[in-house]
């Protein structure tokens, strides 16, 4: 079992930055790929970043590239999203995954999730 907990959000103007942290409890927590999904009031979840367990690559949302940056410390069991020129579309609720792997070609699922942070973005 792995529990997760966000933290690191909150409100920001347009054009700022937020850094998320996930720490997570359990010792497996470097064989999974984590990843971070967010949603948006009245939408579906959806995915942000994924990083690997074992080489560290990464994939991000087609919208978000450049932007959003996912990393991870494996001796802090801690994964964190960097959100840079955030814009008010980027408002949500931000979730942390663990083990997170291809559903489908372009959906992404995950075994583990966190309570989530609250990302505020004002225009």
């Known amino acids: 079992q792995v529990q997760l907990v966000e933290s690191g959000g909150g409100l920001v103007q347009a054009g700022g930055s937020l850094r998320l942290s996930c720490a997570t409890s359990?010792?497996?927590?470097?064989?999974?790929?984590m990843g971070w999904f967010r949603q948006a009031p009245g939408k579906e979840r959806e995915f942000v970043a994924r990083i690997s367990s074992s080489t560290g690559s990464t994939i991000y949302a087609d919208s978000l590239k450049g932007r959003f940056t996912i990393s991870r410390d494996n001796a802090q069991n801690t994964v964190y999203l960097e959100m840079n020129s955030l814009k008010p579309e980027d408002t949500a609720v931000y979730y942390c995954?663990?083990?997170?792997?291809?559903?489908?070609?372009?959906?992404?699922?995950?075994?583990?999730w966190g309570r989530g942070t609250q990302v505020t973005v004002s225009s």
């Open positions: 995954a663990a083990n997170v792997l291809r559903a489908t070609s372009t959906r992404w699922r995950a075994d583990y």
């Open positions: 359990g010792r497996t927590f470097s064989s999974y790929a």
